[in-house]
């Protein structure tokens, strides 16, 4: 059976979510170890491990139908691609690999905004990405290209300032640097070509519906609680995202009732003392792993 063909990070920090995410979408698959192309029992989808920065050109060049890869390596792509056939579009933002592509500067740096940056060198892996955001603000910098370790570039009098990605900012504030603009928020995404053959295209379409099972209920929430019967109204409006309720009788009583939904979000404790509030006791929140509708 023909199957589609999924390119993963081999090994970085998308490579487990990546895989954990497969799994959530019902993928069953082994991983001897240095084997690079994984099918799955049960789906017919084969996973191929390899570098995220290759993902792009892959998918673009059909050599792997989908790819999982970060907003930025598939945003580097899109700016530096010059064939059209080797165009890759993204079909969903997953949620995992959270960063943004920050521009940092040495403290010592005297920050007026970004026209500071005027007649400066920064230092990125991310060049096409930076060069575009220069000139989107009207900044003329010089962009110098480091494949790794760009936070050691002012130290080393490489550069002035950094463009880099910035989860926690503990690698800056180590490196003597602050935060100074952000260029985008970073995300891993599922990237494809968009014109499957037919019977990839149905494939694809049951990897999706899956996926996006799996992608609603991770932000989802299950509510239960016991309210009186007058209070089903105020409770179903406190939530954003609430879904209609569904209201069963408890045993031994006829006043008060089960109340169960579905939250399109996660639920804080805010929401939890407004429905104290409004008399409701027993509350649980439970995850949701699957949905479909
Ligand atoms: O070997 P391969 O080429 O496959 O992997 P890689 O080394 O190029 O990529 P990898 O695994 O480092 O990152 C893969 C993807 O993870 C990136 O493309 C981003 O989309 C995403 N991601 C999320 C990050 C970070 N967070 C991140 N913090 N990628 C890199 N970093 C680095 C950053 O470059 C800096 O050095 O972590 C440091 C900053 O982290 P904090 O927490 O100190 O701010
Ligand atoms: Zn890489």
């Known amino acids: 059976m023909t199957a589609l063909k999924l390119a993963l990070q081999k090994s970085g920090r998308l490579s487990d979510d990546s895989l954990a995410l497969l799994k959530r979408c019902g993928l069953n698959f082994d991983f001897p170890k240095g084997r690079l192309i994984v099918p799955c029992d049960d789906f017919p989808i084969d996973l191929l491990m390899v570098r995220d920065d ?17 907003y930025d390596v598939f945003r580097e792509h899109e700016l530096t691609v010059n064939n059209d056939r080797n165009i890759v579009k993204i079909l969903r933002r997953i949620g995992f690999g959270r960063c943004r592509l920050s521009i940092a500067i040495p403290e010592k740096f005297e920050w007026q905004g970004l026209e500071s940056l005027n007649n400066k060198r920064i230092a990125t892996s991310h060049v096409a990405s930076l060069k575009r955001f220069l000139k989107e603000s009207s900044i003329n ?18 550069a ?48 999706l519906l899956r996926l996006d099972g799996v992608l609603k209920a991770q932000g989802s929430r299950y509510i239960m609680m016991n309210a009186k019967r007058q209070a089903v109204a105020d409770i179903s409006r406190v939530a954003p995202g609430l879904s209609e309720p569904t209201v069963m009788p ?5 006043d008060r009732v089960a109340i169960h ?29 699957k949905m479909m509708e």
């Not at 399109?264 to 792993?289: C, M, Q, R, S, Y």
Request: net charge negative; proline share 3%; hydrophobic share 45%.
């Open 250 to 254: 408890l045993a031994g009583t006829t």
């Open 261 to 289: 939904m579905v939250a399109a979000e996660n639920v804080f404790w805010e929401t939890l003392e407004k429905l104290k509030a409004f008399g409701a006791t027993d509350i649980l929140v439970l995850p949701i792993e």
């Open 54 to 70: 290759d993902i792009p050109n892959y998918v673009g060049n059909a050599a792997c139908d989908m790819g999982i890869v970060g």
């Open 141 to 158: 910098a010089s962009v110098i290209e480091m494949s790794g370790a760009v936070e050691i570039a002012p130290g080393m009098g490489l």
């Open 160 to 207: 002035d300032a950094i463009c880099d990605l910035v989860s926690s900012g503990a690698t800056l504030r180590s490196n003597g640097l602050r935060e100074v603009a952000k260029v985008y928020e970073s995300e891993a995404v599922l990237i494809a070509q968009g014109n499957e053959s037919p019977l990839l295209q149905t494939h694809l379409d049951r990897f």
